[in-house]
T-cell receptor
Framework: AQKVTQAQTEISVVEKEDVTLDCVYETRDTTYYLFWYKQPPSGELVFLIRRNSFDEQNEISGRYSWNFQKSTSSFNFTITASQVVDSAVYFCALSEPTTGNQFYFGTGTSLTVIP | DAGVIQSPRHEVTEMGQEVTLRCKPISGHDYLFWYRQTMMRGLELLIYFNNNVPIDDSGMPEDRFSAKMPNASFSTLKIQPSEPRDSAVYFC?????????????FGEGSRLTVL
């Protein structure tokens, strides 16, 4: 079973639109960590955010915001006023300390921002 | 601080040749991961080490693949003999159990093309 599901394979938006990338995870652990990574066309994987399971406060960083809801096992990522530079593949990931800090990645959502 | 360093960045080889990919993790990190990324299969975990000891190699495709971590600052992923279907980007990543468990730092990847 997939531990991290990113149901949206590809999304296209017009510049300045807001866009939300969905992430649903599955775990039986009470302590776990959730992440978002960005992979721009250049190919490197860039860390965006880390959230532990005990911190359900939403976080905002500039145009980026994250909505963590344990009740629905979701950790969604919203980009406000999207820009062309946001075009990338975005990966959601889960880490469970009880499985040796192994990372489980979703399949990624490819975001294209059209100028 | 230097990040995760991988070499070579690009490798083109012919089928049947041996390929060795190298990784230097971030100093002080006690976990090291090897991932493979393809369009078809996304990000796949191949193997990971904790304190230089392989913990889970269930993702290693077959006997042609082998990974070693002789010390805390160096790891190799070897493919022998290589096949065209091994063409992919191979990422090395490292993390630390403390102070921020699970935060994974990636190298820039090694793009392998097997002709």
């Amino acid at each position: 079973a997939q531990k991290v599901t990113q149901a949206q394979t590809e999304i296209s938006v017009v510049e300045k639109e807001d866009v939300t990338l969905d992430c649903v995870y599955e775990t039986r652990d009470t302590t776990y960590y959730l992440f978002w990574y960005k992979q721009p066309p250049s190919g490197e994987l860039v860390f965006l955010i880390r959230r532990n399971s005990f911190d359900e406060q939403n976080e905002i960083s500039g145009r980026y915001s994250w909505n963590f809801q344990k009740s629905t096992s979701s950790f969604n990522f919203t980009i406000t006023a999207s820009q062309v530079v946001d075009s990338a593949v975005y990966f959601c990931a889960l880490s469970e300390p009880t499985t040796g800090n192994q990372f489980y990645f979703g399949t990624g959502t490819s975001l294209t921002v059209i100028p | 601080d230097a990040g995760v360093i991988q070499s070579p960045r690009h490798e083109v080889t012919e089928m049947g040749q041996e390929v060795t990919l190298r990784c230097k993790p971030i100093s002080g990190h006690d976990y090291l991961f090897w991932y493979r990324q393809t369009m078809m299969r996304g990000l796949e975990l191949l193997i990971y080490f904790n304190n230089n000891v392989p913990i889970d190699d269930s993702g290693m495709p077959e006997d042609r693949f082998s990974a070693k971590m002789p010390n805390a600052s160096f790891s190799t992923l070897k493919i022998q003999p290589s096949e065209p279907r091994d063409s992919a980007v191979y990422f090395c990543a490292s993390s630390s159990a403390s102070p921020k468990p699970g935060e994974l730092f990636f190298g820039e990847g090694s793009r392998l093309t097997v002709l």
